[in-house]
């Protein structure tokens, strides 16, 4: 079973390139949902042209994944 305080513990390895600091700590997770082991993530990028928007979102994927999440989206909000 896929918990949220695992999920938050895990994308807190993820690092914006740009600033080196976790996106949790960032406060750039919006939302986490969970059910029946898919997640759902709102992430919000630090500006609505973040070059790295791509990177962060397939970051946050593997994270979450090491979980045991059976499917894993992400949506970007601003």
């Given at each position: 079973?896929?918990e949220?305080?695992?999920?938050?513990n895990?994308?807190k390895?993820?690092?914006?390139?740009?600033?080196g600091?976790?996106?949790v700590?960032?406060?750039?997770?919006k939302?986490?949902?969970?059910?029946?082991g898919?997640?759902?993530?709102?992430?919000?990028?630090t500006?609505?042209f973040?070059?790295?928007?791509?990177?962060?979102?397939?970051?946050?994927k593997?994270a979450?994944?090491?979980?045991?999440?059976?499917e894993?989206?992400?949506?970007?909000?601003l």
């Amino acid at each position: 079973m896929v918990e949220k305080s695992r999920v938050m513990n895990s994308l807190k390895k993820v690092i914006d390139p740009e600033t080196g600091i976790d996106i949790v700590s960032m406060g750039l997770i919006k939302s986490i949902e969970i059910d029946a082991g898919r997640v759902r993530i709102e992430f919000s990028p630090t500006t609505p042209f973040c070059p790295l928007v791509g990177y962060i979102t397939e970051r946050i994927k593997e994270a979450v994944k090491t979980e045991g999440a059976k499917e894993v989206e992400v949506e970007v909000v601003l």
